[in-house]
């Protein structure tokens, strides 16, 4: 599947399904740089509910058409708009952001272009993030005079460092896809026309795993972040022994014999 075949101009956000288990959903206003309209957000969150409530959507790609992954907000609708406060920080059932959270599928955030503010913390909300050279990022909430409310202040530094996030939100400043590599903030740099296969084997990947680990693991990571390390090892602990209960001694014997006929494969790989 190429990225093309994801562009159709009546929807604002396109989902479409490559193979079985995998749902790739589209920002689809290349016009605008797929500035976030309140109706484009309204599309996104229905979106992301949809596929939520769908047990064959286990893990989801999200990307943007055209040459940019999200420009942010839609300002120029926001500086029309009588009430812009409702736009910048919407009621929780207006929230695309919190969709994403609530999705129990792993999303791969494929970041084709510029990823501005609003757009960053959509690209800050995936699991993980594969940008093409093309890509780039930048927090331009203090320019614009707005607070971010989708997370980007919190995560952010979570995932590069204070005094790094520091210098992105009090710059506003672009951040190229290399460097972005090179300060964490994403897993890989590939080359424009590599983005969404390399995306889409990674789905695949992670589609070969045990369906409930796939999601019973995603949770574990991000209930252990949201507390305190000893928190979160202990989180572990109890959570790895309420799971001992189901295992089994041949399933596990036959789980080993597969990984290491893979593990064969893949380091014989050039």
Do not use: Y
């Amino acid at each position: 599947m190429t990225h093309e075949n994801l562009i159709h101009p009546e929807s604002l956000v396109v989902v479409e399904r490559p193979f079985s288990g995998c749902a790739v959903v589209t920002i689809n206003r290349p016009r605008t740089r797929n500035a976030l309209s309140r109706a484009l957000r309204g599309e996104l969150l229905s979106a992301f509910e949809a596929l939520s409530a769908d047990p064959d959507a286990r893990v989801v790609v999200l990307t943007g058409a055209g040459d940019a992954f999200c420009a942010g907000l839609d300002l120029a609708e926001l500086g029309a708009a009588t009430a812009p406060r409702t736009d910048v920080i919407p009621d929780a059932a207006e929230d695309p952001v919190l969709a994403m959270a609530r999705c129990t599928a792993p999303i791969i955030g494929a970041i084709n272009g510029p990823a501005v503010a609003g757009g960053f913390e959509l690209a800050l909300a995936c699991d993980l993030l594969i940008a093409s050279t093309r890509a780039s990022f930048a927090d331009t909430h203090a320019r614009v005079g707005v607070m971010p409310g989708w997370g980007l202040s919190q995560r952010l530094p979570r995932l590069i460092g204070s005094q790094r996030a520091k210098e992105l939100s009090l710059t506003g400043n672009f951040l190229g896809a290399a460097k972005a590599e090179a300060w964490g903030l994403v897993n890989r740099v590939v080359d424009p026309t590599q983005l969404m296969p390399q995306a889409l084997g990674l789905a695949n990947d992670m589609l070969s795993v045990l369906p409930e680990m796939l999601v019973a693991f995603k949770q574990l990571i991000d209930d252990g972040l949201a507390v305190s390390l000893a928190e979160g090892l202990a989180l572990e602990r109890e959570r790895a022994r309420a799971w001992a209960v189901s295992l089994n001694g041949a399933d596990i014997e036959q789980r080993r014999a597969e990984i290491q006929s893979r593990g064969k494969r893949q380091t014989a790989a050039p």
